[in-house]
């Protein structure tokens, strides 16, 4: 991509985060907020309105109606990218074919989908996520289990008793779990009741169990709990605090450390 492209790529980025943050804007705001002309913007906003990104309306733009759940995931799917691919590259190098394997719906483990994506194994997959399951269409050598339940739609996953029964009747060789935060209290936390309760059943029902979790979760705080940290063995990024790497050790959690800008 030239210079150029990648310039209007950022504004456009910047733009459609604009309009998700703040709702209407009118297009001296949308200027204002990305230091952009009028006459850019407005070509800004019929790119976006052509992909069917944004609504047009008199004097301004907002969000189209329908895709704020897709962009709230795609912002923090932006967050700790690298680090987040990092993590990914690690876990894949975990994997073994012909195995049984559980992806949940985090962003973290939706890098991983994408490296199973270009790098296909034989593998069965069991998922939560709708995000995650989109990524292995007409993917060779995959059989892949979508559960069913209700949808969450923050981050487009499937959770409650549907999908808790659904576990129940599975084992799983490998789990790879995201999380909403881990603790300085040693333990893995989710923002969502549901989701925490699920991820329980993905951990009792796995013989091999990662937390993939980059280092801006460590030390954060969210409301329900899922287990203590050393349930399962930990990839996160070089990033981490040597005070969290000692608190692993006391612990006993089996860690790896994914340097950024290692690939698979």
Same mark, same amino acid.
């Given at each position: 991509?030239?210079?150029?492209?990648?310039?209007?790529?950022?504004?456009?980025?910047?733009?459609?985060?604009?309009?998700?943050?703040?709702?209407?804007?009118?297009?001296?705001?949308?200027?204002?907020?990305?230091?952009?002309?009028?006459?850019?913007?407005? +070509?800004?906003?019929?790119?976006?309105?052509?992909?069917?990104?944004?609504?047009?309306?008199?004097?301004?733009?907002?969000?189209?109606?329908?895709?704020?759940?897709?962009?709230?995931?795609?912002? +923090?799917?932006?967050?700790?990218?690298?680090?987040?691919?990092?993590?990914?590259?690690?876990?894949?190098?975990?994997?073994?074919?012909?195995?049984?394997?559980?992806?949940?719906?985090?962003?973290?483990?939706?890098?991983?989908?994408? &490296?199973?994506?270009?790098?296909?194994?034989?593998?069965?997959?069991?998922?939560?996520?709708?995000?995650?399951?989109?990524?292995? &269409?007409?993917?060779?050598?995959?059989?892949?289990?979508?559960?069913?339940?209700?949808? +969450?739609?923050?981050?487009?996953? &499937?959770?409650?008793?549907?999908?808790?029964?659904?576990?129940?009747?599975?084992? &799983?060789?490998?789990?790879?779990?995201?999380?909403?935060?881990?603790?300085?209290?040693?333990?893995?936390?989710?923002?969502?009741?549901?989701?925490?309760?699920?991820?329980?059943?993905?951990?009792?029902?796995?013989?091999? +169990?990662?937390?993939?979790?980059?280092?801006?979760?460590?030390?954060?705080?969210?409301?329900?709990?899922?287990?203590?940290?050393?349930?399962?063995?930990?990839?996160?990024?070089?990033?981490?605090?040597?005070?969290?790497?000692?608190?692993?050790?006391?612990?006993?959690?089996?860690?790896?450390?994914?340097?950024?800008?290692?690939?698979?």
């Amino acid at each position: 991509m030239s210079q150029n492209g990648g310039i209007k790529s950022d504004r456009l980025d910047a733009i459609r985060s604009h309009l998700y943050a703040n709702g209407f804007s009118t297009i001296q705001d949308l200027a204002d907020a990305v230091g952009a002309s009028l006459a850019t913007v407005r +070509r800004d906003l019929q790119v976006l309105e052509h992909d069917g990104v944004i609504d047009r309306v008199h004097g301004g733009a907002r969000i189209a109606d329908g895709s704020s759940v897709e962009m709230a995931f795609q912002e +923090r799917e932006k967050r700790q990218l690298s680090a987040k691919r990092a993590i990914a590259n690690a876990a894949y190098q975990l994997l073994s074919p012909r195995t049984t394997v559980f992806l949940d719906a985090g962003t973290t483990v939706l890098q991983l989908a994408r &490296l199973i994506r270009l790098n296909p194994m034989p593998l069965r997959i069991f998922t939560n996520g709708l995000i995650v399951a989109q990524e292995f &269409l007409n993917v060779p050598d995959l059989e892949v289990v979508l559960l069913g339940g209700q949808l +969450r739609s923050e981050n487009a996953s &499937l959770l409650g008793p549907q999908a808790e029964a659904m576990l129940e009747a599975i084992w &799983l060789d490998q789990l790879f779990l995201g999380a909403s935060a881990v603790s300085p209290d040693g333990a893995i936390y989710s923002v969502d009741s549901a989701e925490a309760s699920l991820n329980r059943c993905m951990l009792n029902r796995s013989a091999n +169990r990662y937390l993939l979790a980059d280092s801006s979760k460590f030390g954060m705080m969210a409301t329900y709990k899922v287990a203590p940290l050393n349930v399962a063995k930990l990839v996160t990024d070089t990033g981490i605090t040597a005070q969290w790497r000692t608190q692993f050790s006391e612990l006993g959690v089996d860690t790896t450390f994914a340097p950024i800008g290692a690939r698979a």
